[in-house]
């Protein structure tokens, strides 16, 4: 007996290709969850129902950080699908944690500079990131998303969510310009004293910002601006 293909099936084969042969960089955010959801679906288009949940739970986080009984609210997500939109999620924090080399020291924006460069320096696209570190600088956790630095990316919830479950004293806080100038926009700075005043009522401190290019920096701390 020869089973008639779904009408997703060559969609789904194609995204699939799309990540082996380039990661996620080329993905929409509704296009990562429509690829999670297709691991637990085997014979049903996913689109609609990763739309729906990023629609509800206001993004690619806010899907992964959602409960199997919150996810299974969207029509089209079921047990098995979402299962394994909760087994990436706890998969990509445990290798984040092994990622990090243990006892990074960064107490000076120049340190932080050196650390970063390599990592979201010369990026093409604009990279945010929160150092989570202890009471003696060294590096609890790093989290880095991709975006432009506004207020849906940089929200107080987000940038210091790992900051609290990993107990940190404080944060810096940095992103990439892939123009190559390390000056501050108004916006950062306006960002930047706005995740400072949250961080006070947290009882975490945000200790710099620095924006970071290819070859050079610039700490807001250091140019008074925090």
């Known amino acids: ?42 014979r049903k288009d996913c689109k609609q129902a990763a739309k729906e949940a990023l629609n509800k739970f206001r993004g690619l986080i806010g899907v992964l950080d959602s409960t199997i009984d919150e996810l299974q609210q969207i029509n089209g997500i079921g ?21 990090i080399e243990p006892k ?19 990026e093409k696209k604009e990279h945010f990131t929160v150092l989570c570190l202890d009471t003696r600088n060294n590096l609890v956790v790093n989290e880095i998303s991709i975006g432009t630095l506004n207020a849906s990316l940089v929200h107080p919830r987000e940038v ?7 107990h940190a004293s404080h944060v810096i806080i940095a992103h990439n310009h892939p123009s190559g100038d390390s000056s501050p926009s108004e916006e ?34 250091e140019e008074g601006l925090i």
């Open 188 to 221: 950062d700075i306006v960002t930047t004293k706005r995740l400072v005043e949250a961080g006070k009522i947290l009882g975490i401190s945000v200790v710099d910002h620095i924006i970071i290019t290819k070859d050079a920096y610039t700490s807001l701390k």
């Open 1 to 42: 007996m020869v089973l008639e293909k779904h009408k997703g099936e060559g969609h789904r084969k194609r995204l699939r290709e799309r990540f082996l042969q380039s990661g996620l960089d080329s993905f929409l955010d509704y296009e990562i969850i429509e690829l999670l959801l297709t691991l637990g679906t085997p």
């Open 79 to 99: 047990p098995s699908n979402g299962f394994g939109i909760k087994l990436f999620q706890a998969i990509s924090e445990r290798y984040s944690k092994e990622k």
């Open 160 to 166: 210091f969510n790992q900051a609290i479950l990993n």
């Open 104 to 122: 990074i020291l960064l107490n000076s924006s120049k340190m932080v500079f050196e650390f970063l460069r390599k990592k979201i320096g010369r």
